[in-house]
């Protein structure tokens, strides 16, 4: 009824899909957990064949000519956990980002032409035969996947406990 005595025979107007507030959808926790650990094994995975072509390589670790651990072998042990802990991190805050719909289109966009070229960039460095022997290379695959794994789970851990 409105205000003159006038009877309202439709019920109040409804807002186009354009005005309508969208719905914030929640994506569960452990994907998102899941999701940034794998990628941020892979990448530490491509840290550690990047850094055995440069004579960065945790094989050095096992190899049995000195007292000391050779300063490459640390630094790949720094630059592996750092590249896992980072990319754990950064990849679950664009993820939850991108589920809550805070991302534009374009950005996302950018990011999967970003990944992409990173990758195949990587794959193109890291295509001819490893330096590495086969033993002490298996190794230290198994090693950087383990520290990969926990750094990743770290770094997305930290990310989405605080969001």
Avoid at 114 to 127: D, E, K, R, T, Y
């Amino acid at each position: 009824m409105l205000g003159n005595g006038a009877v309202l025979l439709r019920g109040p107007r409804a807002l186009s899909y354009k005005r309508a507030m969208s719905e914030t959808i929640h994506f569960p926790r452990h994907l998102i957990l899941a999701g940034a650990m794998a990628a941020g094994i892979l990448l530490a995975l491509a840290v550690h064949m990047l850094g055995a072509r440069y004579g960065l390589d945790l094989g050095g670790l096992w190899q049995s000519d000195g007292a000391f651990m050779p300063a490459g072998s640390a630094i790949a042990w720094w630059l592996i956990a750092t590249v896992g802990f980072s990319s754990g991190y950064f990849i679950a805050n664009i993820m939850h980002s991108a589920v809550s719909g805070e991302i534009p289109q374009r950005a996302r966009n950018f990011l999967v032409v970003v990944g992409v070229l990173m990758l195949a960039g990587i794959g193109q460095a890291i295509s001819g035969p490893s330096p590495v022997p086969s033993a002490a290379g298996v190794l230290a695959g198994l090693a950087v996947l383990c520290l990969g794994a926990l750094m990743a789970f770290c770094g997305a851990h930290f990310a989405l406990r605080k969001s």
